[in-house]
């Protein structure tokens, strides 16, 4: 019994001693930390960001609602340099989310860092548990600057407003091209013919009427008939605008230009035949155009017999540029022309052995995936896709070294799937952004291609290829205008070219890169170009002479 009553005294005590204890598990201290850290409402799971929308806000989620007052002292917003950036803050969900907005647009592709300090407190007065380092690298703004148009829509918008580089700011006195928006009193001989041929299309697309076009066409062939200063018909590479005299391009470029002659024939005679009324302002238009073709002495510019046609002469230095038009470039238009004339045509041996050279002009090589008939390596700047082909029709035309329309699109998808590929890393390059040509830069002028990368991309380059590349073409004109449009969109359409590495963007327009945008998108869209200049007779001719098949419609 005794042994009993020991037992459940000793359990009773047991009861009691637990009773009183307190049943109650203290909290875990309180810890005020970052959980989740949002950039264009995207968490990334790491500390780097890349391709940030430069107007997205960093959104900071806390632990805790934070301490306002402590907020300002505590971040530190800044460019990887160390540049300060300001910013403005706003809090939601009971001041546990804070917004941190940059005062003004981040620059593109440029890299950013906040730092989060260890003062940073919770509204109840805890520190932040560890500090933090947000980097980042910004890509573009991704919102649309302008109202989303159709793609017809779009394209006549670019047209006219490219157009008016040469109806606006048109030369008053002679009515031609200035070469660039700061030339002044310097006009553009090629850059004239890519004009003529934009003229035409506005009057076509009802921009200008046909009247006013032939008026400023021929104040330009007046021009040149009766003040300009030429060299056996051909004419300087620039000339000045109110006299009529050359400018020198160069020391000993100051005569003829024979490739730049050609090019604003191309524009003549497309306008020749486009303007065939029998009214008395569009017969003198003709005649005049007429007898300044039939004036060009193509046999002289060989150099005295040679088979080659020579790009310059000059009547101080005569031959010293020595400078033979040779393929494959820009130049297929001078021989076409030369032999094409009714009054001083080449022969076809010429073409053979000055251009072809007997067949090195081939290429013959692939790149990614395209073969490439022409040409140097990648094919070169985009422009040689351009400039002869304003009025020759690719469609169809070939000869004896290649098929012209195959030359020309895989030209283009190359330097496409190039900058695609973007082996130099460089800031921007996509599928939508693209296009390396002859054209300014941030380090100066240069032909920019695949073996000449700089990271400039020239809007004309992609632009102008729509007829070859229409899905990737209409990418960029989208990306360029809805994207970029703030930046590029200018008075006369988009200006000549950007480097989103540099985050450089030029204020200048070309007369020789907004032409082609102009004159290759109706090409693309009705083939009004290429239908006109082909339906010239001696034109015809010289294609037959130089043995190449071609279409007409």
């Known amino acids: 019994m005794k042994n009993r009553l020991n037992a459940i005294s000793i359990f009773l005590l047991f009861v009691l001693c637990f009773s009183c204890k307190d049943d109650k598990v203290p909290p875990e201290p309180e810890i005020f930390q970052i959980e989740e850290v949002l950039i264009d409402g995207i968490p990334k799971g790491t500390n780097a960001y890349e391709e940030v929308n430069t107007s997205s806000p960093v959104c900071i989620r806390f632990s805790s609602p934070v301490d306002r007052n402590t907020v300002a002292p505590n971040i530190e917003f800044s460019t990887s340099d160390g540049i300060r950036v300001s910013a403005e803050y706003s809090y939601e969900e009971n001041d546990s989310l804070l917004k941190i907005n940059p005062a003004n647009t981040l620059r593109m592709y440029s890299g950013y860092k906040i730092n989060i300090l260890p003062n940073l407190k919770s509204k109840s007065g805890l520190l932040i548990h560890t500090g933090k380092s947000i980097t980042f690298a910004t890509g573009i703004d991704s919102t649309d600057k302008f109202p989303v148009i159709s793609n017809e829509e779009l394209l006549t918008l670019v047209q006219r407003q490219t157009f008016k580089y040469f109806w606006d700011f048109g030369h008053p006195v002679s009515g031609m091209a200035r070469e660039r928006s700061t ?5 553009t001989t090629g850059g004239t013919g890519f004009g003529v041929m934009a003229i035409i299309v506005a009057v076509e697309r009802g921009f200008v009427s046909r009247q006013d076009a032939v008026t400023r066409i021929q104040k330009m062939v007046s021009f040149l008939k009766n003040k300009c200063t030429s060299y056996h018909g051909a004419f300087a590479h620039w000339i000045n605008g109110e006299t009529g ?14 490739v730049e002659t050609s090019f604003l024939f191309e524009g003549l005679l497309t306008a020749r035949q486009y303007f065939n009324s029998a009214g008395n302002d569009e017969q003198q238009l003709r005649n005049d155009i007429r007898q300044l073709w039939e ?6 510019f060989q150099k005295n017999g040679q088979k ?3 790009w310059h002469w000059s009547p101080d230095y005569e031959w010293e540029m020595n400078l033979p038009v040779s393929g494959w470039n820009e130049c297929l238009i001078t021989y076409v022309l030369a032999a094409s004339s009714p009054t001083h045509p080449i022969s076809k041996e010429v073409y053979e052995q000055g251009w072809a050279k007997n067949g090195g002009i081939k290429n013959g090589q692939s790149y990614y995936g395209y073969p490439l008939p022409l040409g140097p390596v990648y094919g070169g700047p985009l422009f040689f896709a351009h400039y002869s082909f304003l009025g020759l029709n690719p469609k169809g035309l070939s000869d004896a070294y290649a098929d012209y329309w195959v030359q020309n699109t895989n030209h283009a998808l190359i330097n496409y799937h190039h900058c695609v590929a973007n082996p130099k890393k460089y800031s921007g390059y996509s599928r939508d952004c693209w296009g390396l040509t002859a054209s300014d830069g941030n380090a100066g002028y240069s032909a920019h291609s695949p073996s000449n990368d700089l990271g400039v991309i020239a809007p004309t380059a992609a632009l102008a290829s729509m007829p070859y590349t229409p899905e990737e073409s209409m990418r960029a004109l989208q990306f360029f205008y809805y994207k970029l449009g703030d930046l590029l969109w200018k008075e006369y359409g988009f200006t000549d070219a950007f480097n989103l590495s540099a985050n450089w963007f ?15 998108i109706e090409n693309y869209r009705t083939g009004l170009l290429w239908k006109t200049f082909m339906s010239c007779p001696e034109v015809q001719a010289g294609l037959i002479k130089l043995g190449f098949n071609f279409q007409i419609n």
Do not use: R
Request: no cysteine; hydrophobic share 40%.
């Open 295 to 300: 004036s060009i002495d193509w046999t002289w």
């Open 506 to 520: 030029d204020n200048q327009f070309l007369a020789i890169d907004q032409g082609p945008i102009v004159v290759m």
């Open 183 to 187: 030339s002044g009193n310097t006009v």
């Open 245 to 258: 005299a050359t400018q020198p391009f160069g020391t000993k470029d100051n005569g003829a230009d024979l």
């Open 308 to 310: 080659a046609l020579y």
